[in-house]
């Protein structure tokens, strides 16, 4: 049973900056709710006060300006899922949220909130990491623009202060050239937590078949989303041959071990991280983009 | 025929679709007080003391209750009595129920029930049966950890093992299994206009229950009245008590309706679990295939009570060969108590793990003897006239063979397809698995009663204490009492599972109310068409002996026209004409020492045939198909009877890839995983008839068998696919990788 | 003070905001057709469709229907008119112990009304939010498969 708590539901940024900026850690912020109210329930968390962000009309806005894509943070998955622009532009995102959860979970929980609960296993964020993603900031005490990967501190843990709201998550539009692939495994098909995910964004040489840039983002294995620069570096300028993956794939098993040190699951975890990353690679190679 | 063996529309569909189906949570009651239990965060513990001072400080709280505050006897228990309803002075898992709060709102009470401070001694805890049957092994009930020894002994095991060409032998693992019943555990609980304590709930056997909550409050029978509320799902986990003497207990101390709910959460924690066996199963077989001999070891964690821990012991012991004839037979299954959660029954009490053993068994004496997996079963399969491992003799209805013999075609065809995947990664694989299954409670009488009248009126009354918990029993006896008494289904109005009007039926499990109770419904329609004929002989003036009934009818022997309907001699007679019925099927008590005897009156058999897909980059095993093939005797009421193969199949594909409880960890459905809609493979459920003499127009039971072979199919098409056998369940992600990585190693 | 359309009647209630969608309807309206099956969105026995897409009512703050439309099993269908599906389900066998069945309409209500012409692999994906334990899944597909128009 959640116990009680006020309610506001402010119409502009500005109001909700300043709610928020009154109340700062006796306030949470309240988007979709789909892991918010599950704290509530659970006592994990007991706001005096819950400010909900979906009544302000930039949080949920999705457009394109100057080759940037925007998506609110108020947008629902299920909004990304089924949007062409992001079909076209960053079609690594639509894949990964068109798996989170179950449909009814799709249809409330937000691009905002799936980011700031800071889930080693959030779908969202793998994706957003090989598309460059930033994250607009704002509060009383201005706009900042923060690279996402700088966004996260610890398992669900943020670097967001109390009185911050995220405003938007913002990228780049994906080059037609560039491909991407996305690979999750879970335990089972619907309804599940990620096991592992790794989104891949990948240019490839023109006339040649070398690799000029190499995107890798891994979830669910290390304690934060994390890029895997060792394997982006070794790969960049070779060809995308199994010999090649063979190692890039050791050096992100590397990297996970080296981040979350070895586990009861590593066993399991080592083979298969470096399968699914080979599969996600040859997703992006077999797929349009 | 008319009635049975038709799909009709199930009685109770219509206001289960419309929502207005009451379960436990949805009861009408007005301002009822509501309950909180305080549970034990030890698994082993004395309890000191229980300061409730601060919880009664809460606003709207009413009283907290503890074990001093039962008046009756503080312990429950399907076969042993030895689970408190709130702990005496001491707790033995996780969970335990420690206190009852009691306020006039959920909110109070959930605050209160936090404020309640328990002082805790702790005790060694024991969480292996292993450890719990040593001698020097903490205590968890007095009377020692071991709750139950049973074998089965037949011929001269050492003889059959000298006979065998090829003997193997392995040790087979399962897990705690949730029931995972769609409905959390609720209730209400009031005096009635008689002023009977009167408990409405989910449950699987409200006879049960009445007698607890009358024993716990020391109480007349006739002064506790029990209601079956709509029932989401049960699975054997609604057969102990859950929320009854709680309820009941408050109703008998303040006089006040009351209300309680579970969470899901609490749900995962307190209710009894799958038993978790260990079964070292040795096999012998000739070269040609015959089975010459097996023995078994069981060992089970019943946890901290008793529950059904013996029946589960003496149930996977008996059916510990399979349907196979074996010659010779030694086997013996323990249950130990430990400081684990407690188990009890789940569909199929024991034998979905034994299956598993028995039916890995038989793949690896096929594989070793180069012989095919349909035909060494059929070989062995028992027939009519065989011998069971407790001597008992098959007369009729043995299906077994009939359902591998369908099968096998299908095998065939599969085998011939081409198996190789286009993806590198993914390995096919197939594997059949059988089953038997003893209908009705094992070696004991269990008996089933039921009444039938109708009044001057014409109104025809059925009266059965069976619980209806979902499998569709309401529907298939008023079809068996439709088609009996020849007047249309719509007539008969059903009195159902209320102690206030029904007589006991027995549990809602061991897949026996159709068999038991079906029985117990044609008997009292055949003792009310008695006293119609007695009532139309005199009617008519025609000697007893020259009236039969049929259709709905007295009709005279002697003269084709003469005849008068059931309704008429009623009307005319102005008496309320009843009949009252019984039946327990002929069974004989078991042997202490060998285990011998006649548990069962009947048994149901079946094979499926599974189709697997591995990812053996993964472990990620995808089911894509499932033929199962059933000998239920009579299908009643045939989209029943595949509903029930088709949600068994789906189980038991839980049980084989997914799912395991683990005692004393926050469990919700976030870590507890059940298949969903995207996880199930197509199913082709195929029924097979061999009739059962004593059935209820043939029928036998079908509810806990079409979860049986599910998981061993599943594991042998893994095994076939891998090259690899798993030994554990579940086989999951990590289980089925490391096997794929050990066949590599060879 | 919260207003929405429920079941296509406007309703206005005095509602504490920490009460959940759920509990609103269960509690607040008496509509206890809508089930509470784990309290965190992870079973789908609470499904409801707001302002036409199915969502978990245990997971939805009361305040957010304001100025909304709800629907629930309560207004899906009666005894003397059932809803195809409804039929449907009956007929095809989809109901054994019926807790799961509210929500797995409304789930496949929300299909329906947007996609009258689902693939097989559409009507799983739409109602793997909605978990069952008794049927397996199979005899629901069956039924909403049979209502496709």
Not at chain 1, 127 to 141: K, M, N
Not at chain 2, 615 to 630: F, L, N, Q, S, Y
Request: hydrophobic share 40%; charged share 25%; proline share 5%.
């Amino acid at each position: 049973m959640i116990p009680p708590f006020e309610y506001k539901t402010p119409k502009t940024l500005q109001e909700a900056c300043d709610l928020l900026w009154d109340y700062k850690e006796r306030a949470k912020v309240i988007a979709g709710g789909t892991d918010l109210v599950i704290a509530l329930r659970n006592e994990s968390l007991r706001p005096e006060v819950l400010i909900d962000i979906t009544h302000i009309p930039e949080l949920r806005m999705m457009r394109v300006e100057n080759g940037m894509i925007f998506i609110g943070g108020g947008i629902t998955h299920s909004e990304i899922a089924s949007s062409p622009l992001i079909h076209q532009y960053g079609k690594v995102l639509s894949d990964a949220v068109s798996e989170i959860g179950s449909p009814q979970i799709r249809n409330i929980g937000t691009i905002g909130g799936n980011i700031v609960n800071a889930s080693p296993a959030g779908d969202s964020i793998p994706p957003l990491l090989v598309l460059d993603a930033f994250a607009t900031v704002v509060s009383i005490e201005g706009k900042k623009e923060v690279s996402l990967i700088h966004l996260f501190e610890s398992p669900y843990k943020t670097t967001l202060k109390p009185y911050e709201i995220l405003l938007n998550v913002q990228f780049k539009k994906l080059p037609s050239r560039m491909r991407t692939g996305f690979v999750r495994l879970a335990r089972r098909e619907g309804m599940a937590i990620a096991r592992m995910s790794v989104a891949i964004a990948l240019d490839l040489e023109s006339g040649g078949n070398r690799i000029n840039e190499i995107r890798i983002a891994v979830g669910a294995i290390t304690p934060t989303p994390q890029r895997m620069s060792e394997a982006e570096e070794f790969l960049k300028g070779r060809l995308p041959d199994e010999e090649s993956l063979q190692k890039a794939s050791f050096l992100i098993s590397d990297a996970m071990i080296k981040r979350s040190g070895i586990r009861p699951s590593t066993s399991y975890k080592r083979p298969v991280i470096e399968a699914l990353f080979k599969r996600a690679v040859r997703q992006a190679l077999e797929g349009e983009r | 025929m008319s009635q049975v063996g038709i799909d009709i529309s199930r009685v109770d569909a219509l206001e289960k679709t419309l929502g207005i189906a009451k379960y436990g949570a949805d009861l009408p009651i007005s301002n009822p007080l509501y309950l909180k239990v305080v549970r034990s965060p030890r698994p082993h513990a004395k309890i000191l003391r229980i300061d409730t001072d601060e919880a009664m400080r809460v606003q709207g709280i009413k009283r907290v209750f503890t074990a001093k505050d039962i008046p009756g006897k503080n312990l429950v228990g399907t076969i042993h009595k030895d689970q408190p309803v709130l702990a005496q002075d001491r707790v033995r898992y996780v969970g335990d129920a420690v206190a009852l709060v009691c306020a006039e709102t959920l909110e109070s009470a959930e605050e209160a029930s936090k404020r309640v401070n328990v002082t805790y001694k702790d005790l060694p805890p024991v969480f292996d049966p292993e450890e719990a049957l040593k001698i020097d092994s903490p205590l968890i009930h007095e009377k020692g950890n071991l709750l139950l020894e049973f074998q089965v002994v037949k011929g001269d095991i050492q003889r059959g093992f000298k006979e065998a060409d090829l003997v193997i032998e392995n040790t087979y693992t399962t897990s705690w299994v949730d029931h995972t019943y769609l409905e959390p555990d609720a209730g209400v609980a009031y005096f009635d206009e008689e002023g009977r304590i009167t408990v409405v709930c989910p449950t699987q056997n409200v006879h049960y229950d009445q007698r607890e909550v009358a024993s716990v409050l020391s109480l007349p029978l006739d002064q506790v009245r029990v209601i079956q509320s709509a029932t989401g799902g049960g699975f054997g986990g609604r057969l102990d008590i859950t929320v009854q003497c709680f309820l009941a207990l408050v109703v008998f101390h303040l006089r006040r309706p009351v209300k309680i709910l579970y969470s899901r959460e609490e749900v995962f924690q307190v209710t009894s679990k799958r038993h978790p066996l260990k079964i070292r199963y040795k096999s012998g077989a000739k070269k040609d295939g015959t089975l010459t001999a097996v023995e078994v070891d069981i060992l089970g964690d019943t946890g901290a009570y008793a529950s059904y821990g013996s029946t589960v012991a003496i149930r996977s012991a008996i059916h510990a060969t399979g349907p196979y004839y074996i010659p010779h037979v030694k086997v013996r299954s323990r249950m130990a108590y430990t400081n684990n959660s407690w188990s009890g029954a789940m569909r199929g009490f024991g034998v979905p793990q034994i299956a598993f053993a028995h039916e890995s068994q038989m793949d690896l004496l096929a594989s070793v003897l180069k012989i095919d997996p349909i035909e060494i079963r059929l070989k062995n399969a028992l027939q009519t006239g065989s011998s069971t491992a407790t001597g008992q003799t098959l007369t009729a209805s043995v299906g077994v063979g009939e359902t591998l013999l369908k099968i096998k075609d299908q095998w065939n065809r599969l085998n011939q397809m081409k198996r190789d995947s286009e993806k590198p990664f993914i390995k096919r694989g197939i594997g059949v698995a059988s089953m038997w299954y003893g209908i009705g409670n094992t070696g004991i009488a269990n008996p089933s009663t039921a009444q039938i009248e109708i009044d001057p009126e014409g109104a025809i009354r059925l009266f059965t204490g069976v619980a209806d918990i979902g499998q569709g029993s309401d529907t298939v006896l008023l079809q068996l009492a439709s088609e009996s008494m020849g007047v249309p289904l719509e007539e008969i109005r059903l009195i159902r599972a209320d102690t206030a009007y029904t007589t006991d039926a027995g549990a809602t499990s061991a897949s026996r109310q159709t068999y038991i109770s079906g029985n117990a419904i044609l008997h009292a329609i055949k003792n009310l068409k008695q006293e119609a004929v007695k009532e139309a002989s005199q009617l008519l003036g025609i000697d007893e002996k020259d009236l039969f009934y049929e259709n709905g009818k007295v009709k005279s022997r002697l003269c084709l026209t003469t005849s008068i309907p059931l309704k008429e001699v009623v009307r005319r007679s102005g008496k309320i004409l009843r009949g009252e019925g019984y039946f327990d099927p002929e069974t004989t008590a078991l042997d202490p020492k060998t285990g011998q005897g006649v548990p069962y009156a009947t048994y149901a058999f079946a094979t499926h045939l599974a189709e697997v897909e591995v990812d053996i980059e993964t472990g990620k095993v995808k089911v894509k198909r499932v033929i199962a093939c059933h000998d239920v005797g009579k299908a009643i009421h045939p989209k029943n009877v595949m509903g029930q193969i088709i949600g068994g199949v789906v189980m038991g594909m839980g049980f084989a890839l997914m799912e395991e409880y683990i005692p004393g960890k926050l469990t919700s459905f976030v870590n507890y995983l059940i298949p969903t809609s995207k996880d199930i493979p197509e199913i082709i459920p195929m029924i097979v008839e061999e009739r059962e003499p004593t059935g209820p127009y043939g029928a036998k039971g079908v509810g806990e068998p079409a979860l049986i072979p599910s998981a061993p199919a599943i594991l042998n098409a893994l095994a076939d696919a891998i090259g690899e056998r798993i030994f554990r369940l579940p086989a999951n992600l990590e289980r089925v990788l490391e096997a794929i990585q050990k066949s590599k190693q060879r | 003070m919260i207003r929405f359309l429920l079941n296509g009647k406007e309703v206005q209630v005095e509602i504490p905001p920490h009460w959940t969608l759920l509990r609103l309807l269960r509690e607040g309206l008496g509509l206890t057709g809508t089930k509470e099956g784990c309290g965190i969105g992870e079973c789908g026995a609470c499904t409801v469709l707001l302002d036409g897409k199915p969502v978990n009512s245990c997971l939805v703050l009361a305040p957010k229907v304001e100025g909304k439309e709800v629907q629930t099993i309560e207004g899906m269908g009666s005894r003397a008119s059932l809803h195809p599906l409804q039929k449907s389900f009956i007929e095809h066998g989809a109901i054994q112990c019926g807790f799961c069945t509210p929500g797995m309409l409304m789930a496949s209500k929300a299909l329906l009304d947007r996609n009258p012409q689902p693939t097989r692999e559409e009507i799983k994906e739409a109602i793997s939010g909605n978990l069952c334990r008794c049927t397996g899944y199979q005899q629901i597909i069956e039924a909403i498969e049979a209502v496709k128009k």
